[in-house]
């Protein structure tokens, strides 16, 4: 599993780190200024990755926190095996299986011999568009 450490006050709206052992997509983060008795405090808005569920997280800014690195790649779909799809790397010709998205906007999309890219987050392997 690949991850890092940055500190909260370094993430940024887009960016993505860890809650829960699940990635999870920053949409909004606020900074408070530190008070007479605390450090300052960080309200982030995230939403899961994998599962879409809002989150929201509340902590002190110079806290570190796990990312995850997220390994962007192309590949071509090869075949369609009913719950999964075969695809195959475009640099390394690899051939591995993936499930099917979910999303109706990816999944209409699909057919063989179309381009997609792929995320590897976590040791999983996601659909992310249709090229």
């Given at each position: 599993m690949s ?127 249709v090229k």
């Amino acid at each position: 599993m690949s991850i890092k450490k940055v500190v909260v006050k370094s993430l940024k709206p887009g960016s993505y780190f860890i809650v829960d052992d699940e990635p999870c997509r920053v949409i909004s983060i606020e900074k408070s200024k530190p008070g007479k008795h605390g450090s300052s405090k960080a309200n982030i808005t995230a939403v899961g990755f994998f599962t879409g569920r809002k989150r929201n997280v509340i902590t002190p800014a110079d806290r570190m926190v796990d990312v995850p690195l997220i390994d962007k790649r192309s590949a071509t779909i090869i075949a369609d095996l009913g719950e999964n799809l075969s695809l195959m790397d475009s640099e390394t010709y690899n051939t591995y299986e993936v499930e099917k998205p979910t999303d109706p906007e990816i999944a209409n999309k699909i057919q063989n011999n179309s381009e997609v890219e792929v995320w590897i987050v976590m040791g999983k392997t996601v659909i992310i568009r249709v090229k």
